[in-house]
């Protein structure tokens, strides 16, 4: 079964840095722009960060821009969201998603979620 999976989630104290991965199984990434996503309980999802499937080009929320960077590696099929200098709200559940481009409102492939904690 083709599906994407989110690796790299965890406990981290404020300031600290945890880098997720999204990898395909039975899914090639570079076919597909990879969204990052969170969110909390009872709140509404929020796209964290994007990269092009061509070119890479890549877009953040304002919230995250210059702490985050999202990267990918086809040879890994892999897409990274390295986060630095977390603060405790950016704790939420993340999920990477695929779809056709970054502009997509909705994504059409979804993985299952990695729970990230900053908290001391």
């Known amino acids: 079964q083709a599906q994407l999976v989110e690796s790299g989630g965890g406990l981290v104290q404020p300031g600290g840095s945890l880098r997720l991965s999204c990898t395909g199984s039975?899914?090639?990434?570079?076919?597909?722009?990879i969204g990052w996503f969170r969110q909390a309980p009872g709140k509404e999802r929020e796209r964290v960060s994007c990269?092009?499937?061509?070119?890479?080009?890549?877009s953040y929320e304002d919230s995250v821009k210059v702490r985050f960077t999202i990267s990918r590696d086809n040879a890994k099929n892999t897409v990274y969201l390295q986060m630095n200098r977390l603060e405790p709200e950016d704790t939420d559940v993340y999920y990477c998603?695929?779809?056709?481009?970054?502009?997509?409102?909705?994504?059409?492939?979804w993985g299952q979620g990695n729970q990230v904690t900053v908290s001391s």
């Open positions: 998603a695929a779809d056709s481009s970054c502009k997509e409102s909705t994504f059409a492939y």
């Open positions: 039975r899914f090639d990434l570079s076919y597909y722009a």
């Open positions: 990269i092009s499937r061509r070119d890479g080009v890549t």
